[in-house]
């Protein structure tokens, strides 16, 4: 799925959390590649900002383990490119304050165009990450391990 | 709904192969471990319904002028990649 603004409709066979009901959205890569939209195909009015996390977050390695109805899904073979991509919700007042969901990424199989938005059981990443953080608010930095998997 | 009553270090075994240990009480909070296979999803009830909303809200916020925003958040998200940063 890398080039330069590519579009592919991926199906999510559960819909995403929050519009469970929708199936089908339309993935517009934009040429930089490490942002995308990605528009509701019944609905355009449902679209989202993606953006491609581990450019932003080195650190940002999930631990990901697939629930059997995940893995049916997604479906992944050897050779797949299974392509990570985060949600972010924009502050459209100030776009600095936007912030992007590292606790659900959208996992996408770009062999069958099939995807899920995982919940990550690891509490270390949060749904509201700040997309550009100040000195103090780097990933992974909670007080304890609460909720972290070992 | 069956209750049971445990004290600290007491286990509940669900099925064959999930178990459940009371590791700490504090005031009312309870600590329990969970030993679980992997592909068994363990969350707190709350988080699917914090993954709802923020993509609720995530929809809500996108619908501003597109091609406006995503230029001026490719900026800014430009200047922020790691090759970039000062």
Same mark, same amino acid.
């Given at each position: 799925?890398?080039?330069?603004? #590519?579009? !592919?409709?991926? @199906? &999510? /066979?559960?819909?995403? =959390?929050?519009?469970?009901?929708?199936?089908?959205?339309?993935?517009?890569?934009?040429?930089?590649?490490?942002?995308?939209?990605?528009?509701?195909?019944?609905?355009?009015?449902?679209?989202?900002?993606? #953006?491609? !996390?581990?450019? @932003? &977050? /080195?650190?940002?390695? =999930?631990?990901?383990?697939?629930?059997?109805?995940?893995?049916?899904?997604?479906?992944?073979?050897?050779?797949?490119?299974?392509?990570?991509?985060?949600?972010?919700?924009?502050?459209?007042?100030?776009?600095?304050? !936007?912030?992007?969901?590292?606790?659900?990424?959208?996992?996408?199989?770009?062999?069958?165009?099939?995807?899920?938005?995982?919940?990550?059981?690891?509490?270390?990443?949060?749904?509201?990450?700040?997309?550009?953080?100040?000195?103090?608010?780097?990933?992974?930095?909670?007080?304890?391990?609460?909720?972290?998997?070992? | 709904?069956?209750?049971?009553?445990?004290?600290?270090?007491?286990?509940?075994?669900?099925?064959?192969?999930?178990?459940?240990?009371?590791?700490?009480?504090?005031?009312?909070?309870?600590?329990?471990?969970?030993?679980?296979?992997?592909?068994?999803?363990?969350?707190?009830?709350?988080?699917?319904?914090?993954?709802?909303?923020?993509?609720?809200?995530?929809?809500?916020?996108?619908?501003?002028?597109?091609?406006?925003?995503?230029?001026?958040?490719?900026?800014?998200?430009?200047?922020?990649?790691?090759?970039?940063?000062?």
């Amino acid at each position: 799925m890398d080039g330069k603004g #590519i579009e !592919s409709v991926i @199906f &999510f /066979p559960d819909g995403i =959390p929050g519009f469970e009901e929708l199936k089908e959205f339309s993935l517009n890569i934009e040429e930089d590649t490490f942002l995308a939209r990605m528009d509701a195909v019944a609905n355009r009015e449902i679209a989202f900002f993606l #953006i491609r !996390s581990q450019l @932003f &977050f /080195p650190e940002y390695l =999930p631990q990901v383990d697939l629930s059997p109805r995940e893995t049916e899904i997604l479906d992944i073979a050897v050779a797949d490119n299974v392509d990570v991509w985060n949600i972010i919700t924009v502050h459209a007042n100030d776009l600095a304050q !936007s912030t992007v969901n590292l606790r659900a990424p959208l996992i996408l199989n770009a062999r069958t165009h099939k995807g899920v938005q995982l919940i990550l059981s690891d509490e270390i990443h949060s749904s509201r990450q700040p997309l550009f953080p100040t000195q103090q608010d780097s990933i992974g930095t909670k007080n304890d391990q609460e909720g972290a998997v070992d | 709904m069956l209750v049971l009553s445990r004290k600290i270090n007491e286990r509940i075994m669900i099925g064959d192969n999930i178990e459940i240990v009371v590791v700490a009480v504090v005031g009312d909070q309870v600590r329990i471990g969970i030993e679980a296979p992997k592909d068994i999803k363990i969350l707190r009830s709350e988080v699917y319904e914090e993954v709802q909303n923020q993509n609720v809200k995530a929809s809500a916020a996108s619908k501003l002028p597109e091609a406006e925003l995503s230029g001026q958040l490719k900026q800014m998200l430009k200047g922020n990649l790691p090759g970039n940063k000062e």
